[in-house]
């Protein structure tokens, strides 16, 4: 278990963008692909993207273009920057890790799963 721990999330109005933060207190992330995952009450947890250690990065569809994932790997952090939110973007954000160089975007590939931050875009 790598204690993983989410920050950033909060309340926006659609248009807006929000910063997710994804890091661990006890161990470090270098070695390890990290990806976001997003979950609305009721519903299955989704991915969203992740990065490997080499820095190469996959996006579900629905997030292409308006979101990018990065890691800072001297601080310890991996980062979802969201643009241009939308609603439909409103749900719980979780990080997870992976020891797959080349992961797929699922639930299954990922573990060590953070608490999660929330997420909400409304007018």
């Known amino acids: 278990q790598l204690n993983l721990v989410e920050s950033g999330g909060g309340l926006v109005q659609p248009g807006e963008s929000l910063r997710l933060s994804c890091t661990s207190l006890?161990?470090?992330?270098?070695?390890?692909?990290i990806g976001w995952f997003r979950q609305v009450p009721g519903k299955e947890r989704e991915g969203v993207s992740y990065?490997?250690?080499?820095?190469?990065?996959e996006y579900a569809d629905s997030v292409k273009g308006r979101f990018t994932i990065s890691r800072d790997d001297s601080k310890n952090m991996v980062y979802l920057q969201m643009n241009s939110l939308k609603p439909e973007d409103t749900a719980i954000y979780y990080c997870?890790?992976?020891?797959?160089?080349?992961?797929?975007?699922?639930?299954?590939?990922?573990?060590?799963w953070g608490q999660g931050t929330q997420v909400t875009v409304s007018s």
């Open positions: 006890a161990f470090t992330l270098q070695s390890y692909t």
């Open positions: 997870g890790a992976s020891t797959f160089h080349y992961a797929l975007l699922r639930v299954a590939s990922f573990g060590s």
């Open positions: 990065i490997n250690n080499s820095g190469d990065t």
